[in-house]
């Protein structure tokens, strides 16, 4: 068998299985930070419920681990900014108007190191998820991964083609870096228990739908953790 044939794999999803290239593949890990996903973190500090994105730790565990076996890159996201705000862009952006962070720090200063500030705790890829020496981070300030960031170069010194989408927050970050990345002719996959929603549950809903509709597929971690056992069998 051909190296070209070893590498492909068949993931079971919607609308329809895809094929895919584990050589030419990337899981990318978004946003899995204190700040969103750990207890005393800025989204708990903020209100948000936290049990949603507690609950894919273990599905992002096995399908890093199952993509690191077999060859794919693992590519993870981090979501912040400098101390002194100089890179979040002019106060009276809309992005900036909208931030609820910004609001809470300054409400509660104290509360600075648990928002998504390089350096401190809140910034940090938990513990549970934490990357291998090979793997690949990229800091981004924006909700898409490729705004003011080296992801598409990254992508490109790796012939990437083939993105499993996981991570937080699936209606904002999740979705907008894999729209950005539909529309640059990569191949966007969602797993759709890996990924948790910043909000009510019809935002999650709302997501699956438009990618297996219209950006992408939309898979499970069983289903893809199967189809990287496939390689070896």
Partial sequence: MDDHRRNMATIEAEPEPISIDVSKTAVIVVDMQNAFVKRGGYFDLAGYDLSGVEGIISPCRKIIAAARQKGAKIIYFRMGCSPDFSDRGPADSPYNLKAKGLKLIREKP?????????GAWGAE??????????DIVVRKQKYDGFIGTNFEIILGTFGIRYLIFVGT????CVESTLRHAFFLDYFPVLVSDAVSQAGPSLTQEATIYNVKSNLGWVTTSESFVGAM????A
């Fill in 169 to 172: 927050a699936t209606n904002l």
């Fill in 229 to 232: 056992k496939s390689l070896g």
């Fill in 110 to 118: 104290e509360v600075k190191d648990k928002f998504y500030i390089y």
């Fill in 125 to 134: 890829i938990i513990e549970e998820l934490k990357p291998e020496p090979e």
